[in-house]
């Protein structure tokens, strides 16, 4: 063989029972029109957009093709077909006479690179166009093109090879080859190969030497003893500092916030770990289309490496607009403009309002509103520090009370460390309330602390890791000079099973308490706990699950305890089902006596997007209410939790 291959997790819960129909649509502005929207497929439906439109091909010419892999098991086969594009665009036709033959040259790189992935270093593929080995063929070929142009491809594949003798030189000398995979008599594929030298490199980056290289991998197959002898060559370079930051592309964002925020700190030793945290920092604001963080090929003259941050700044406004239609809520429209570049150095604004239970409420009184102003600025006097405020009113109309909101808020949230962030602010609510214990105003203040620490390994679809939060809210309700305190904590964690996390098992356990008031009506009733739907138990409405009083209204209580479990299934590389069940308790003490504990349990379907899987859960109640919710279903982007 002559070659050798050496976006903020949304969701939607639906209240009761019933039919839903959910329709959205976004687009990002300039200051004066939309960019191009695409087509959205869900399932192989295009439920918005417009498809591509199909490419004419110039002197279009069909063909055939037959692949014979010869004594192939079935799992080299599929391979070699999935990375044959003869097989795969065999539908298709291809440019000119002299575009077939490019297109097999190409296979039969593709090929040969497979059989090396494979270990299957003694293969030969042949490629016959019309009767003819490519390399037989002249410079500008004719074929007969009354019938599709015969491809013949065929593959020898040859025995599979194993790692024979290894050696590692230069910078590399002394380190252990089992330590990157490669041990005498194991696997011998390129893949192996290559990641081993990459990681040689990688490690001796991660020593602080930025111009580490591989200067020399040999591969040499004996194809008497079916082994492949290794030798990997490395320089490792000098250890050196973090020098000059230097930043490209930017436009209306300020620079030097953008050197700042990354925090790559001159004169602090260079990691590789370091850089790629900068760029996934940068990218979370939302503000680039792309970010890419690099160091130079040379150190300075004073030792030093200089770091290149490289931007591509995409539109800074934006506006959505969405629907939602329940056979038993009614319709329900959305909307929000923002801007993520307010002041020049990532300042985000963002306007949002809704109202919903048209159709179903009565008169426009009874309808369900919100609106709201939010501001953030990341990187608030130090770089790890964001301020955050904002004003919301809503009028809210759950089974449980009615409620006419508004709350002011503002606070810093700083992050510790890459897994844990800490955040403290001030909060001040007005609410006009109307639930089981008569009309209400009430105005709190309030202290809202937290502390977060996020292990997973995927925030919107984990299958390692965990999740914990703690926090407390200290409130003093001005009006009926009244403290109080409430206090939650929640932790959720996956574990996987197979190399390839077929199966991820999920669970969460939340508890909550409030503290303080002599009465529980002196507790504003949108601070009291209440448990269903889709953020909790599933299967009941939402704020089902509640003490109720001796008219039958609910009261909302001071403790819950919920937990839930979930084994999330794929079916295919798209597809998954999640059987899942959820339990849950609210109580009128101060800790839940799990005295009344319901259990709802169901069935999800999970689809998979690059934006993070589209979930669509059905659940029933497992020990209803009298007159309850009988089953719930809920849709959102990303998992349950």
């Given at each position: 063989?002559?070659k050798t291959l050496?976006?903020p997790?949304?969701s939607i819960a639906?209240?009761?029972?019933?039919?839903v129909?959910?329709?959205?649509a976004?687009?990002?502005?300039?200051?004066?029109?939309?960019t191009?929207?695409?087509?959205?497929?869900?399932?192989?439906?295009?439920l918005?957009?417009?498809?591509?439109q199909?490419?004419?091909?110039?002197?279009?010419v069909?063909?055939s093709?037959t692949?014979?892999?010869?004594?192939?098991?079935?799992a080299?086969?599929?391979?070699l077909e999935?990375?044959?594009?003869?097989?795969?665009d065999k539908d298709?036709?291809v440019?000119?006479?002299?575009?077939?033959?490019?297109?097999?040259?190409?296979d039969?790189?593709r090929?040969?690179?497979?059989?090396y992935?494979k270990s299957?270093?003694?293969?030969?593929?042949?490629v016959l166009?019309d009767?003819?080995?490519?390399?037989?063929l002249?410079?500008?070929?004719?074929f007969d093109?009354?019938?599709?142009i015969?491809?013949?491809?065929e593959?020898?594949?040859g025995?599979?090879?194993k790692l024979?003798?290894?050696?590692?030189?230069g910078?590399?000398?002394?380190?252990?080859?089992a330590?990157?995979?490669?041990?005498?008599?194991?696997?011998?594929?390129s893949?192996t190969i290559?990641k081993?030298?990459?990681?040689?490199?990688?490690?001796?980056?991660?020593?602080?030497r930025?111009?580490?290289?591989?200067?020399?991998?040999?591969?040499?197959?004996?194809?008497?003893?079916s082994?492949?002898?290794?030798?990997l060559?490395?320089s490792g370079g000098p250890?050196?500092?973090?020098g000059?930051v230097g930043?490209?592309g930017?436009k209306?964002v300020?620079?030097e916030?953008?050197?700042t925020?990354?925090?790559?700190n001159e004169g602090?030793p260079?990691?590789?770990?370091?850089?790629?945290k900068?760029?996934?920092?940068?990218?979370?604001?939302?503000?680039?289309?792309?970010?890419?963080?690099?160091?130079?090929?040379?150190?300075?003259?004073d030792?030093t490496?200089?770091?290149?941050i490289?931007?591509?700044?995409?539109?800074?406004?934006?506006?959505?607009?969405?629907?939602?239609y329940?056979t038993?809520?009614?319709?329900g429209?959305?909307?929000?403009?923002?801007?993520?570049?307010?002041f020049?150095?990532a300042?985000?604004l963002?306007?949002e309002?809704?109202v919903s239970r048209i159709?179903e409420?009565s008169?426009?009184?009874k309808?369900?509103?919100?609106a709201?102003?939010i501001?953030?600025?990341?990187g608030?006097?130090?770089?790890p520090a964001t301020l955050?405020?904002?004003?919301?009113?809503?009028t809210e109309?759950?089974?449980?009370?009615l409620?006419?909101?508004v709350t002011a808020a503002t606070g810093i949230?700083?992050?510790l460390s890459?897994q844990?962030?800490a955040s403290a602010?001030?909060?001040?609510?007005y609410?006009d309330?109307?639930?089981a214990?008569?009309?209400?105003?009430y105005l709190?203040?309030?202290?809202?602390l937290e502390?977060?620490?996020?292990?997973r390994d995927?925030?919107l679809?984990?299958t390692?890791?965990?999740?914990?939060?703690?926090?407390?809210?200290p409130?003093?309700?001005?009006?009926?000079s009244t403290?109080f305190?409430?206090?939650?904590?929640?932790?959720s964690?996956y574990?996987?099973l197979?190399?390839?996390?077929r199966?991820?098992?999920?669970?969460?356990?939340?508890?909550?308490?409030?503290?303080?008031a002599?009465?529980?009506?002196?507790?504003?009733?949108?601070?009291?706990?209440?448990?269903?739907?889709?953020g909790?138990?599933?299967?009941?409405?939402?704020?089902e699950?509640?003490?109720y009083?001796?008219?039958?209204?609910a009261?909302?209580?001071?403790?819950?305890?919920?937990?839930?479990?979930e084994?999330?299934?794929k079916i295919?590389?798209?597809?998954?089902?999640?059987p899942?069940?959820d339990?849950g308790?609210?109580?009128?003490k101060?800790?839940?006596?799990?005295?009344d504990?319901r259990?709802?349990?169901?069935l999800?379907?999970r689809?998979?997007?690059?934006f993070g899987?589209i979930?669509?859960d059905?659940?029933?109640?497992l020990?209803?209410?009298?007159g309850?919710s009988?089953?719930?279903?809920?849709a959102?982007?990303?998992q349950?939790f």
């Open positions: 063989m002559s050496c976006k997790k949304e639906y209240r009761r029972a019933g039919t129909v959910t329709v959205a976004s687009a990002l502005l300039c200051p004066v029109f939309a191009e929207a695409h087509a959205f497929k869900l399932f192989g439906i295009t918005w957009g417009e498809e591509e199909a490419v004419d091909v110039i002197d279009p069909r063909y093709v692949l014979n892999a010869g004594a192939a098991d079935d080299l086969k599929t391979a999935n990375a044959s594009h003869l097989v795969q298709k036709p440019s000119g006479e002299l575009g077939l033959v490019i297109k097999a040259r190409d039969r790189d090929l040969i690179a497979t059989l992935e299957r270093y003694g293969g030969v593929v042949t166009v009767g003819t080995d490519i390399d037989q002249p410079p500008t070929p004719v093109q009354s019938r599709p015969p491809v013949t491809v593959i020898k594949p025995p599979a090879f024979g003798d290894i050696r590692f030189e910078d590399a000398l002394g380190r252990n080859p330590d990157y995979g490669l041990v005498p008599g194991g696997d011998a594929s893949l290559l081993a030298g990459d990681r040689i490199v990688e490690d001796l980056k991660n020593e602080g930025p111009l580490a290289r591989l200067d020399n991998r040999s591969v040499v197959a004996d194809h008497e003893t082994e492949v002898d290794v030798v060559t490395a250890v050196a500092p973090v000059n930043v490209k930017q209306s300020d620079p916030f953008i050197r925020y990354s925090r790559i602090r260079y990691n590789p770990e370091n850089l790629k900068a760029g996934e920092r940068l990218r979370q604001l939302g503000v680039f289309s792309s970010v890419t963080v690099r160091e130079g090929d040379a150190l300075a003259p030792g490496i200089p770091v290149n490289t931007v591509a700044e995409g539109k800074h406004r934006y506006f959505g607009v969405g629907a939602q329940s038993i809520d009614g319709f429209l959305q909307g929000y403009w923002g801007h993520r570049n307010l020049g150095r300042e985000s963002r306007l309002a809704a159709g409420a008169d426009y009184q309808m369900d509103y919100s709201g102003i501001f953030s600025k990341p608030f006097i130090l770089p955050n405020a904002s004003i919301k009113a809503k109309h759950p089974d449980s009370y409620a006419n909101t949230s700083y992050e890459d844990d962030t602010g001030v909060e001040l609510s609410s309330t109307e639930d214990f008569g009309d209400n105003e709190t203040f309030s202290l809202p502390y977060a620490r996020d292990a995927n925030k679809d984990p390692e890791g965990y999740r914990a939060t703690l926090a407390a809210k409130s003093y309700e001005i009006f009926g403290f305190s409430s206090f939650e904590g929640s932790v964690g574990q996987s197979g190399a390839e996390d199966v991820v098992f999920a669970g969460k356990a939340s508890l909550g308490t409030l503290v303080g002599g009465n529980l009506e002196d507790i504003p009733a949108t601070r009291r706990f209440y448990a269903g739907g889709g909790s138990v599933r299967g009941y409405a939402y704020q699950i509640s003490p009083d001796a008219k039958g209204d009261t909302g209580g001071r403790s819950y305890a919920v937990v839930s479990a084994a999330r299934v295919t590389d798209s597809i998954g089902l999640v899942f069940v339990a308790t609210v109580s009128e101060m800790f839940p006596d799990f005295s504990v259990i709802g349990a169901g999800g379907i689809y998979a997007t690059p899987p979930r669509l059905v659940a029933v109640p020990n209803r209410y009298d309850g009988s089953y719930g279903i809920y959102g982007i990303g349950a």
